[in-house]
């Protein structure tokens, strides 16, 4: 079985501080990871992956998330926040032979001028 | 209906054919997105329904590929001289309403199709 949490629904940053997302997954075979941002009126955007290559994984918009197998996680990074990053942000789990996604509850990012 | 639905679930076609993929999203579901996701990969964007209007087609990867909806009810996906990188699967989402993102995903079991 396959699962995600994302620890807080809303999260708020000043322009230009780090910004942190978590997410923990639960999966009983080598997961494949994602994140996803989604703003407003738009489908999902896919902002990087981890599929047992590289644990620390470089995306689009200068995001980052680092595989922790010891500790289950796959939190989402970025070093300094712009007005642009606000959105609601997915984490996603799936196996690596079928194309069921299970997502996080998602958190919504909010940038502080 | 109880879920998304989407036909054919597989679909083998000779490269430079057109093929139709349909979706019935959930009743009463306002929102309807169309993914591709090809092998090993994450979900691919291709299009946004609200009720029948797409305020965004951004995810199209070529004019091969157009969309339709009815109403609120079913969407038909179509690739037009299909090629061999447009094998993927073909996954539908719907939701009641757009604001709810992910979240409010329901996602149909998906059409794989392969263009040989």
């Known amino acids: 079985a396959q699962s995600v949490t994302q620890l807080g629904s809303h999260v708020s940053v000043s322009e230009g501080a780090l910004v942190l997302l978590r997410c923990n997954y639960s999966?009983?075979?080598?997961?494949?990871l994602f994140w996803y941002v989604q703003y407003p009126n738009q489908g999902l955007q896919l902002l990087l992956k981890?599929?047992?290559?590289?644990?620390l994984v470089k995306g689009i918009n200068g995001f980052e998330a680092e595989f922790k197998k010891s500790e289950t996680s796959f939190h989402l990074t970025k070093p300094s926040a712009h007005m642009r990053d606000a959105a609601e942000y997915f984490c996603?789990?799936?196996?690596?032979?079928?194309?069921?996604?299970?997502f996080g509850t998602g958190t919504s990012l909010t940038v502080i001028p | 209906g109880a879920g998304v639905s989407q036909s054919p679930s597989n679909k083998v076609t000779e490269k430079g054919k057109d093929v139709e993929l349909r979706c019935d999203p959930i009743?009463?579901?306002?929102?309807l997105y169309w993914y591709r996701q090809r092998l090993g990969q994450g979900l691919e964007f291709l299009i946004y329904?609200?009720?029948?209007?797409?305020?965004?087609k951004s995810g199209l990867p070529s004019d091969r590929f157009s969309a339709e909806r009815t109403g609120e009810s079913v969407s038909t996906l179509t690739i037009q001289r299909t090629q061999q990188e447009d094998s993927a699967v073909y996954l539908c989402?719907?939701?009641?309403?757009?604001?709810?993102?992910?979240?409010?995903?329901?996602f149909g079991s998906g059409t794989r199709l392969t263009v040989v």
């Open positions: 981890y599929t047992s290559a590289a644990t």
């Open positions: 989402a719907s939701s009641p309403t757009p604001g709810q993102g992910a979240r409010g995903y329901t």
């Open positions: 996603a789990v799936s196996s690596n032979t079928g194309n069921q996604f299970y």
């Open positions: 009743s009463g579901h306002t929102a």
């Open positions: 329904f609200q009720g029948n209007s797409a305020p965004d």
């Open positions: 999966s009983s075979v080598p997961p494949y």
